[in-house]
């Protein structure tokens, strides 16, 4: 009897004791585990993510530089699948069998329950024969999304691209992005992100169990709407950019050209550049290795981050701050023996002796001599020491936007080279140097180096008599066509206005008066304003340079070029300045045909170099000032400016 009763108790314990199991397990699985209430939701509820459309960019006459098109990302949800056709659903995306197994690998580190990509950016093509069997794929359905189409493939550096999203974008934007999202990484794509990305969206939809689409939840009650990124409006006349691109092709250069009475970029050429299309599609991850392993670097953006020598062009920025100095004025003459004499007989030789010269004629023939004479009055004719003159003298150049970023919207622009007098003192050992030991700095070259942009602005400066507004590619935001106030903002360039018409005449004359250097580029009917350049080059064929603007009165474009290890300025780069102003202003080209055809024919690209050779920098003493020339019996100081920017950063 008493072993009956112990028996009945050691049951009811058994009982009890696996219900209690029982009710923790329920429990746990609807208090705690989500997983099951998760693959319920999702064998009738599919949340779908809705992406926005970028924002479309337009040029200045309202042409469309970029658009969207459609693409159709597969994603998984790797608890669902079962009973798949391995075989079918590789051939209809086009992947082989270890590229499935890797991406269902990935889907399931990611999350079981969760969907996830499992091969995007899809072609209408694919999408079309991958949704006639969708319904045989369980767990597996599409999203649909834009990417970025280029119709005429014009301006890559400038439009930049957009890829997707890794850890750091998501961290930095605070969970506005998610995985699979993608950015703007380069360009104006970047630069104008929070713009053009827009707001996505949500739709709940019912789906069956093959994952067939059954309708709205609840009437659409819980969707949210995708809202469209802005659309902007840019500074860029297409035609002339494509021309302008047509022109360097087989080029290694810039081509920057700026409305003076505005600051917008009409054309914004980085060459050689690339087709932007590359950066889009399944493909994009062997177009992008493949254009950072070119040796001609089309990724580089070169008229905000290549710094060159100015050249015979900064002679321009000399005359005009040396007026505003009182150091010459108009009528100053220095005598031309064919060569500037400095540090105890050594000479900066000019191209021909030019005699009596006063400010108009040294532009016109661009005199070397005339701006040794006017740079060793700013240095060392000003009864201050002479590091204290060379402060000053740099604080005016800097005014022309020298030797500091100007502002453009776009990531990356590089503020040239300007040294300090710091920079000349540790140098030399003592603060007692002058003029001759930097007279190189007097004709734009040495230790100088400036952007393409920097170029072109110092152009539209002269073309406004002393004043710029920041260049800017972006001349308006969204429907209303909103201003950024920074690119309304006037900015002097500290030289009075009378001290240019001087200037403006003797670069009338390179172009428009027989024996000019430009003269072989002059434009009927329109008094173009011009001034070559050859900036020399240690490594190679010396640089050719060319800045303008046009017309003399009321100017509506300041250009410059540059032409790589080309020569002579007025041989390569004026010819491009000249069609593209005409092209401009005239809507056609009148320019020799047999100089077009050299221009439009000619392959200046370098053979690229199998091993870089040492670069050999050589430093002169206190004793030993530098000179800019390649003379067979002079000292040359040459310092490569990358070499240089480390040393003086």
């Known amino acids: 009897m008493n072993g009956l009763f112990e028996r009945k108790y050691i049951i009811q314990g058994i009982f009890i004791a696996v219900a209690a199991i029982i009710a923790a397990r329920l429990s746990y699985l609807q208090l705690i585990d989500k997983s099951y209430l998760l693959s319920a939701n999702n064998n009738v509820l599919r949340k779908m993510v809705i992406y926005p459309a970028r924002g479309v960019i337009l040029d200045r006459n309202g042409e469309v530089l970029v658009q969207n098109e459609p693409v159709y990302d597969l994603l998984v949800t790797p608890r669902e699948v079962k009973d798949l056709d391995t075989a079918l659903l590789c051939e209809l995306v086009g992947i082989d069998k270890e590229g499935f197994q890797r991406r269902m690998a990935t889907a399931r580190s990611y999350s079981p329950y969760k969907a996830s990509q499992f091969e995007k950016q899809l072609p209408a093509t694919a999408y079309a024969k991958l949704q006639e ?223 009596p010269t006063q400010l108009i004629k040294s532009i016109q023939h661009s005199c070397n001599t005339y701006y040794g004479y006017t740079y060793a009055r700013m240095i060392d004719q000003r009864g201050m020491p002479s590091a204290e003159s060379y402060d000053l003298w740099r604080e005016a150049v800097m005014k022309f936007g020298i030797g500091h970023s100007l502002g453009i919207d776009l990531p990356g622009e590089k503020s040239g080279l300007l040294p300090t007098s710091e920079f000349y003192t540790k140098r030399y050992g003592n603060a007692k140097w002058g003029s001759s030991y930097n007279i190189s700095l007097s004709i734009g070259q040495g230790e100088m180096g400036i952007t393409p942009l920097q170029m072109a602005n110092v152009m539209a400066i002269v073309a406004n008599r002393g004043f710029y507004y920041r260049p800017h590619l972006i001349k308006a935001i969204g429907e209303q066509k909103i201003v950024k106030p920074e690119f309304t903002e006037k900015i002097f360039a500290g030289v009075d206005e009378q001290y240019y018409e001087p200037v403006i005449e003797g670069m009338s004359r390179v172009v428009n008066i027989p024996g000019g250097t430009g003269y072989s580029v002059r434009i009927a009917d329109i008094e173009m304003c011009g001034k070559t350049g050859t900036a020399q080059n240690p490594h190679g ?97 040459f310092v490569h400016h990358s070499a240089l920017a480390r040393r003086y950063e």
Not at 165 to 170: A, E, K, L
Not at 552 to 559: D, G, S
Not at 584 to 610: E, M
């Open 541 to 637: 064929q010396d640089h050719a340079v060319f800045f303008a603007f046009a017309p003399r009165e009321n100017p509506k474009i300041a250009i410059a070029v540059v032409v790589e290890n080309a020569g002579f300025g007025g041989t390569w780069a004026g010819p491009i300045v000249s069609m593209l102003v005409e092209k401009y202003l005239k809507d056609t080209v009148t320019l020799p045909q047999y100089i077009q055809d050299r221009i439009y024919n000619a392959d200046l690209l370098p053979k690229p170099k199998t091993a870089k050779p040492q670069e050999k920098i050589v430093k002169t003493g206190p004793n030993k000032p530098s000179s800019p020339h390649k003379e067979p019996d002079e000292e040359v100081l």
């Open 133 to 355: 069997h969708l319904y045989k794929f369980r767990g597996f359905y599409i999203q649909n999304r834009t990417v970025r189409s280029y119709p005429d493939s014009v301006a890559a550096q400038f439009l930049g691209y957009i890829q997707e999203v890794n850890d750091r974008d998501i961290e930095r934007s605070n969970g506005f992005y998610r995985p699979g999202d993608y950015i703007g990484a380069s360009g104006v794509e970047s630069a104008y992100e929070d713009l053009l990305r827009g707001q996505r969206g949500v739709k709940n939809v019912m789906v069956d169990a093959f994952n067939r689409p059954q309708g709205a939840f609840a009437e659409g009650r819980y969707d949210t709407l995708a809202v469209a990124g802005d659309g902007l409006i840019s500074s860029l006349d297409k035609d002339l950019q494509l021309l302008a691109e047509k022109l360097m092709r087989n080029k290694i250069g810039s081509v920057v050209a700026i409305e003076p009475a505005t600051g917008e970029i009409l054309t914004f050429v980085s060459s050689p550049g690339y087709d932007p299309n590359m950066m889009v599609g399944r493909e994009r991850g062997n177009n992008y290795a493949t254009l950072l392993q070119d040796p001609y670097k089309p990724m580089f953006i070169r008229p905000i981050q290549a710094q060159y020598p100015p050249g015979s062009v900064f002679k321009v920025v000399s005359a005009l701050t040396a007026q505003q100095a009182g150091m010459i004025d108009e009528h100053t003459v220095f005598n031309c023996p064919g060569g500037y004499r400095y540090g105890g007989g050594r000479i900066m030789r000019c191209m021909h002796v030019d005699g």
